[in-house]
């Protein structure tokens, strides 16, 4: 089991600028994909973004990228996501996903998840 706990939600205006952190605990990060997906209310959770063991490969979900930037420092055990550019569209509970297998694992299905954190984006 991995326990994730994200951090750093919260409320600010379109165009504005957001960061995310998941914290890990149980296993290291160091051998785990790791991603961020959103759920707004009445709708499927999302893929947003994910990254690979090292942080060498990033894989982004079209309306996100070039604005959010995944990140993550396997020391801490942390995992990261960086949001600019904000829109309305955006608002959604984000939640921090890992999978020991691969990056496309966590993209599709990951088999650990934290609880989540509200983002909201006021126009």
């Known amino acids: 089991q991995v326990q994730l706990v994200e951090s750093g939600g919260g409320l600010v205006q379109a165009g504005g600028s957001l960061s995310l952190s998941c914290a890990a605990s149980?296993?290291?990060?160091?051998?785990?994909?790791m991603g961020w997906f959103r759920q707004a209310p009445g709708k499927e959770r999302e893929f947003v973004a994910a990254i690979g063991w090292s942080g060498g490969s990033t894989n982004y979900a079209d309306s996100v990228k070039g604005r959010f930037t995944i990140s993550r420092d396997n020391r801490k055990n942390t995992g990261y996501l960086q949001m600019s550019s904000l829109k309305p569209e955006d608002t959604a509970v984000y939640y921090c996903?890992?999978?020991?297998?691969?990056?496309?694992?966590?993209?599709?299905?990951?088999?650990?998840w934290g609880q989540g954190t509200q983002v909201t984006v006021s126009s």
């Open positions: 149980g296993r290291t990060l160091g051998s785990y994909a």
């Open positions: 996903a890992a999978d020991p297998r691969s990056i496309e694992a966590v993209k599709h299905v990951p088999r650990y």
